[in-house]
Structure formats: C-alpha cells, structure tokens
C-alpha cells in the first residue's frame, strides 16, 4: 500500500471526449507529479507540483491540463486526445527535501480510440 | 538522450540463479534510488543510495553505488518468481529537484 490511490484506474475515451484523471496522497508530501509510461519507453516526466505551485511543464501539449487544488490532490484535465497518448499514466508524491523519492499511483491506463 | 542507461534490457532466468541488473551514467548523482514495477501497478521504492561505495541489502537483494556515484548495480540472489518485474534506477541530480529515470530492466524469474 503507498498510500496514494489515482481513479478511473482504466479509461476509454475517443479523440473528441473531455475526461479528467484524478490522484490522491495520504501521505502528507508537499509534491506531486504526474508522468507517462508508454510501452518500451523510460517514465517521461509531465509536470511537478512544489509546494501547490507547478514548477515544471515538460513541453507537454496542451491538451494535457494539470491542476492542483492542495498538496494532498492532483488533476489532469484530458481534451482532444491522440492515439499516441494512450499510456499508463502515473501520478506520485514527495517531500521538496531530501531526495524526492516518489511514492506512487498504481497508474491509469488510458485508450485513446 | 537518456541520462542513465540500465542493462540489459531483458532477463529471464530460471528460480534459484543469480542475476544482476546494472545502471550506468556519465553524470554523477546525489542519491540514486532503485523502484520494482509489477505489471498493472505503479513503481514502488526498494532502496535509496546516497554514499560513493555504499552497499545496502534488502534481504536476497544487494544493490552497490559506485565509488564516483555514477552508477549502480542491484544483484538478485537465489531469484524467486516474486522477484518477477520491471527494476528502474532513478538518479537525482545536486540541485535538481525531479528524478531521471532509466528505461528499465524486465527480470522475469520462472518457477
């Protein structure tokens, strides 16, 4: 159990629909992260959360929308999809000190048809 | 281009073998932290490593810094199919604030 729990866990959504990711940590970290796993690549880093102010934004596209209401809660807004961005996608938590480990999401799977 | 590189990039070995699963780079690091994956779940933390040299043990897994703290190596003794997952290194950077991930290693132990 990591103590960090992310819903739908499984997502179908065609090229048009809006649909939001959601991610909660229990943990009482102060950063959250949301990365893409795609099969055969290394985990690519989306967007960081520090502290409730985004201080990275990976050269993600803009149909990918983060958004972070509190330190314990982590949304990404999905609009006008790409087949290409059907992956696993992560969401984690850290502490800003020390080395950031990352306690992490079991992950949505997302299929964009 | 990929800031740390794992190898090898598959293994399958037979329960009851040695494996060892290696993480190299050319940039050194503050700490470097190894994660096991399971299919359909998110990665979990099995060790941090912050000494040049240091090794740590977490039962039959021992897993090595390098003296420069440019690298890494996890060894798997007498593998088990619970050993069975994709093993990622993640280097963080002085400085920085987010981890660099390698690409992975699949070890797949069978019964």
């Known amino acids: 159990e990591t103590g960090v729990t992310q819903t739908p866990r499984h997502l179908v959504m065609g090229m048009t629909n809006k649909k939001s990711l959601k991610c909660e940590q229990h943990l009482g970290h102060n950063a959250m992260y949301w990365y893409k796993q795609s099969a055969k690549k290394p985990l690519e880093l989306m967007f960081v959360?520090?502290?409730?102010?985004?201080?990275e934004n990976n050269s993600v596209p803009s149909r990918f929308s983060p958004e972070c209401p509190n330190s314990s809660h982590l949304f990404l807004h999905l609009h006008t999809l790409q087949p290409e961005d059907s992956a696993l996608y992560l969401c984690?938590?850290?502490?800003?000190?020390?080395?950031?480990?990352?306690?992490f999401g079991p992950g949505t799977r997302l299929t964009v048809t | 281009t990929q800031l740390l590189e794992q190898s090898p990039q598959f293994l399958s070995i037979q329960e009851g073998e040695n494996l060892t699963v290696y993480c190299n780079s050319s940039s050194v690091f503050s700490s470097l932290q190894w994660y096991r994956q399971e299919p359909g779940e998110g990665p979990v933390l099995l060790v941090t490593?912050?000494?040049?040299?240091e090794v740590k043990k977490l039962k039959r897994l021992t897993f090595q810094f390098g003296d420069a703290r440019k690298d890494s190596s996890l060894h798997i003794t007498a593998a088990q199919p619970g050993d069975t997952g994709l093993y990622l290194c993640a280097g963080l950077l002085s400085n920085d604030y987010k981890l660099s991930f390698g690409a992975g290693t699949t070890v797949t132990v069978r019964a």
């Open positions: 984690a938590s850290s502490q800003v000190t020390g080395n950031y480990e990352q306690y």
């Open positions: 490593v912050v000494t040049g040299g």
């Open positions: 959360y520090s502290l409730e102010e985004r201080v």
